[in-house]
């Protein structure tokens, strides 16, 4: 079976970054354009979790759209773009633009900085996994749906956490997933990677030094 493979973009956009150290603990301000299923945003944030855990980060969530103000040690800014809603139908653009690769996220630089806002594209999400999840059992569709858009926050969180745009060679960090890799039961992080996230624990947030390429 063929699969399509979709880039995980880097985009740039911003504003300064702070001088906080980074201790393991991370608060993502997570908002949406439309509202969200349960039972996708609880697979979704469960899948983000594990992931990032082997690297000793621990996440918390805070609802970005609540406004209520909060102080956090590292704040991570994520949206969820378009509708994360299996049965949605597609934006006319994407119906009429026909193509293999699209971006599923997109994480935020300027001047080479990264900055800790990314977003995660929810209709490329769907379109990419639409086919396997029409096979898959009705009961089972919402989590994987969330599964996958775990996945790709967790692939944008990889840059954030770093502060790069380079992407890794293996697992959950390399620059394209397809839709099996996506929902696949287990989608880790390269080992090497994971260490990279844990060694961003004892650098500065402000102290990294980006080379372009």
């Not at 082997?54 to 956090?72: E, F, I, L």
């Not at 990314?118 to 009705?138: H, K, N, Q, T």
Request: proline share 5%; hydrophobic share 40%.
């Amino acid at each position: 079976m063929r699969y399509r493979s979709a880039l995980l973009l880097v985009t740039f956009f911003g504003s300064a970054l702070s001088q906080q150290p980074f201790d393991g603990a991370l608060t993502i301000a997570l908002a949406s354009d439309y509202k969200v299923p349960s039972d996708v945003s609880q697979a979704m944030q469960k899948e983000v979790e594990s992931l990032l855990a082997p690297a000793g980060v621990q996440v918390s969530w805070h609802d970005a759209d609540s406004n209520t103000p909060g102080v956090y040690e590292r704040l991570a800014s994520i949206r969820l773009r378009g509708k994360c809603v299996l049965g949605a139908p597609f934006p006319a653009t994407m119906r009429l633009i026909k193509t293999d690769v699209d971006a599923l996220g997109q994480t935020r630089v300027v001047g080479g900085m990264v900055l800790p806002i990314a977003d995660v594209l929810c209709d490329s999400v769907r379109r990419l996994i639409d086919r396997e999840i029409r096979s898959s059992p009705a009961a089972e569709r919402d989590e994987l749906l969330g599964r996958a858009l775990g996945r790709v926050m967790a692939h944008e969180l990889y840059h954030v956490l770093l502060r790069t745009r380079d992407h890794g060679h293996n697992g959950l960090a390399r620059p394209a997933q397809s839709s099996v890799e996506l929902l696949a039961a287990r989608n880790p992080f390269a080992e090497q990677d994971e260490r990279k996230v844990s060694v961003s624990a004892s650098v500065p947030t402000g102290g990294f030094a980006e080379s372009d390429r």
